[in-house]
Structure formats: C-alpha cells, structure tokens
C-alpha cells in the first residue's frame, strides 16, 4: 500500500480502496427549500378568498331576504291570487332629502319620514272638498287597519301657502301636516293620465319608495279596495316592519 493510500485509508478507515475522498467535510449535499412556496399553496389562498366573498354574500342574502320575499309575494305570487286595486309604481321613486314646514312653522325633512308606511294625500291649504274627503277616507282607513295602524302614518302635504282652516285642525290631530312647494312633491308623486296630483291617495313604504298611487276621486266602496291592498302589504312586511318609528326620528306635528 503506498503512502498517499495509507493516509486516505487513515483518514476514513471504512472508505474502499480507490474512492475519491473530499476531506473532513464529507457529506451528502443538502437543498434547503424553505423560501420556495408550497405545491398548491396558491389554490389553497385563492380557495379562502374564493370562500370569503361567498361568505359575504350569503350573509347579504340573509340579511334582505325577509325583505325580498316580502316584495315577490306581493307583486310576483299576488297573495289570495288577486290584482291589486292600486296602481303599482315601477321604479319605485325614494323619498327626497327635502326640507318641508310643518304647522307650528318647523323645518322638518321628508327623511325623517321614513319606518313607517305613508298614506299620503296632496292638496291646497285652504282644504276644498275634494281635500276634506280624502282626509277623511284616510282616517277611516287607518282606523280600519286595527292593530296594525300603528304602523301606517296618515300624510297630508300642502302644496301652497294658504292657511288651514281653523274646523278641522282638530280632526288632524294624528295627521303629519307638511307643507312643500309644489315642484319638491311634484319631483317625487305624480298623477295618473289626465289628473291633477290631488285627486290621488298614494302609498310609501317603511323605506321611503314611493310604490302605489290609488285611483283618483275615491269614495267609500273603492276605498275598501285600497285598504285590502294595504292590509296584504301589511301582512308580506310583517317580518320586517315593525310598528312605530325610531323617537330619535319622530316628525314634529
């Protein structure tokens, strides 16, 4: 054996003859690969992401449900399988961020109008004949909605600046008394063909959209009529709506 295979055979005695040696440091080369990414990591963050927006979305979906239903039972399966007496307003017109006067001379905004359906009538301050009927068409039926008037609110909207009479200001006492120009309340109501914007009672509901107009010159038979239309609305928000609006909120009389 010559020397230089005396001193590789030293240096690792269990070494065969004839293999290379690299010195003190021999050993297997390693790949370190912490700083690469994961097979799969990728799909695995964008399926969270993916999973996320689904997420959000069906809790949306939860949250407008009662209020989507409530809506599609009432124009789309038409509950008792009847039409509707009044007029159904596509698209709806929301409530206008308006500043009105009320009686005592307070501003008010039409906004603070909003958490409860709307019975609204349009007319001249001096209250004709047409104006006293629909007034009082409008007290009889919320006091026909029973238990569930509470959630209606009786509108009288004065399009001009003359004075109330002073006889029926007691009858208006559960009414909220508004007065508009006419082109804010024409910017939001508006009349059926060939009628003035006072011949109609419409109808608002809790979130402010304007979204049916009765006909014109109602009397006591028709206005049965309306109150079914509204006591089927009434009864599709039911899970939804509730009675009274926000104190914070409540409208100056």
């Known amino acids: 054996m010559s020397g230089s295979k005396l001193l590789d055979a030293s240096k690792n005695p269990n070494k065969p003859e004839g293999v290379a040696t690299t010195g003190a440091d021999d050993h297997p080369l390693g790949l370190t690969v ?12 964008q399926a969270r992401q ?5 997420k959000m979305l069906l809790v949306f979906l939860v949250c407008a449900a009662p209020v989507i239903a409530s809506y599609f039972m009432y124009y789309v399966v038409r ?22 006067q009320s009686l005592s001379g307070a501003a008010v905004n039409l906004q603070t109008l909003k958490d409860q359906w709307l019975l609204v009538s349009v007319s001249g301050g001096d209250c004709d004949d047409a104006c006293a009927r629909h007034l009082y068409l409008q007290r009889q039926l919320l006091e026909g909605m029973g238990k569930e008037k509470d959630r209606v609110d009786w509108v009288w909207l004065i399009q001009d600046d003359a004075k109330v009479p002073e006889k029926i200001l007691p009858g208006l ?3 909220t ?10 910017n939001w109501l508006a009349p059926s063909q060939g009628h003035q914007i006072s011949d109609h009672l419409y109808l608002v509901d809790p979130m402010g959209n304007w979204m049916m107009r009765f006909p014109a010159n109602l009397d006591l038979a028709s206005a049965a009529k309306a109150k079914k239309d509204m006591e089927r609305l009434l009864r599709a928000s039911d899970s939804w709506d509730k009675a009274g609006r926000d104190p914070a909120h409540m409208t100056p009389r």
Do not use: C
């Not at 008394?177 to 024409?186: C, G, K, M, N, Q």
């Open 34 to 45: 912490h700083n690469l990414p994961l097979p799969g990591a990728g799909a695995d963050l």
């Open 50 to 54: 993916t999973g996320g927006r689904w």
């Open 79 to 100: 509950p008792e399988g009847r039409r509707n007496f009044g007029e159904l307003i596509e698209p709806q017109k929301p409530l206008p961020d308006q500043l009105a």
């Open 173 to 175: 006492k559960d009414a």
């Open 177 to 186: 008394v508004l007065r508009l120009p006419p082109s804010a309340i024409a």
